[in-house]
């Protein structure tokens, strides 16, 4: 049992990630006997933190909160148990590019473009690789060991398995685990756990299977909007030197499908008060609704040099209610309508 709060794993880790499937955290401690708010406050973690999955927190305490669970539960196996409990579905955007692929090659490749980032941080090298007969979805961090982070990496590892059991219609039997830290001993113990071999101490984290799978079709996916929101996420992924507008327009595009995204709406996801962000922005010089007129205008400018999507639909991905409305602001700010400059980028290509 917990005692005392916790400090996080180190300080090198200080770049932020979605909180995802943690948001059951708390509930699945309770469900298993333990303490959730003991957890939650020996890892220096609120409930209100935890609980929206679209929020986001520094992932040292995100990590920190895993091992305390850990502790608090008595379960050298928490990262990978805790991994299958949650909804493939809870990562949000990620979870939609991966599952609506058209076939597993693409979902593969979506999982490997996108998952660290929006799942649990920045790798330092991720890719689908194929080696022969072998595929691989793999992650590289820049530390030794798992450390304090050895749940969270577990569990993220699991969570590949699970994404690809769906993206391959179960058929995991050349499924093969591997970690980049020593699993110390409970190489037995997790293999039997997840019914597939593992791989201890390997150059990367990661799920390797049968590459004859990636030319499978994804079942039961939906494409009608998974053009539209690869092309968005893609953007996003295109950093620029300003980590902060970078990351306000992350939060802003991943909002604008509901409507104007409200200064307060953005700031939470942020992990910023209201008055922070309004700070941070008259800082930089700029204005909140300016930087969200700019944004979905340069998406919209995108968007327009695709044929296939409707400017219905572009109105819809840019938080419009209206084609009218979408149209009157693309004419005021652009001098001509969404159909004109479509027609004109046209005819100068």
Wanted: with cysteine; net charge negative; charged share 30%.
């Amino acid at each position: 049992m917990l005692e005392e709060k916790r400090t996080p794993a180190s300080t090198k880790n200080r770049q932020t990630v979605r909180v995802s499937g943690t948001a059951y955290l708390p509930s699945y401690i309770r469900e298993r006997g333990g303490c959730g708010d003991r957890v939650l406050a020996a890892a220096g973690v609120t409930e209100s933190e935890i609980l929206s999955a679209d929020c986001w927190l520094d992932v040292d305490r995100l990590a920190a909160a895993w091992e305390a669970a850990a502790v608090e539960l008595n379960d050298e196996l928490f990262g990978l148990r805790f991994a299958q409990s949650f909804p493939i579905d809870s990562y949000g955007l990620l979870s939609y590019l991966v599952l609506n692929a058209p076939d597993v090659r693409t979902g593969a490749e979506n999982l490997a473009r996108y998952g660290a980032d929006l799942s649990f941080g920045p790798a330092k090298q991720r890719a689908l690789r194929i080696d022969g007969p072998t595929a691989v979805v793999s992650f590289t961090f820049s530390f030794d060991d798992g450390g304090d982070m050895r749940h969270l990496l577990e569990g993220h590892v699991t969570g590949l398995g699970s994404a690809l059991e769906r993206l391959t219609g179960s058929r995991t039997d050349s499924f093969e685990y591997r970690f980049q830290h020593d699993l110390v001993g409970r190489e037995d113990e997790i293999r039997e756990f997840l019914g597939r071999p593992v791989v201890s101490r390997a150059d990367h984290y990661g799920v390797a299977f049968d590459a004859e799978l990636l030319e499978l079709p994804v079942l039961g996916a939906d494409r009608s909007l998974l053009p539209l929101l690869e092309r968005r996420l893609s953007e996003f992924t295109q950093r620029g030197e300003d980590e902060f507008l970078d990351r306000l327009h992350d939060e802003i595009g991943q909002m604008l499908c509901d409507g104007m995204p409200t200064l307060e709406r953005v700031a939470r996801r942020m992990g910023l008060s209201e008055r922070s962000l309004q700070r941070r922005l008259k800082e930089a010089g700029m204005n909140y609704k300016t930087v969200v007129l700019e944004l979905r205008m340069q998406l919209a400018r995108g968007y327009l040099e695709q044929p296939d999507i409707r400017i219905s639909e572009i109105a819809t991905l840019l938080g419009y209610q209206e084609v009218s409305s979408f149209n009157h602001a693309f004419r005021r700010r652009c001098g001509v309508s969404p159909r004109q400059w479509r027609n004109g980028k046209s005819s100068a290509d």
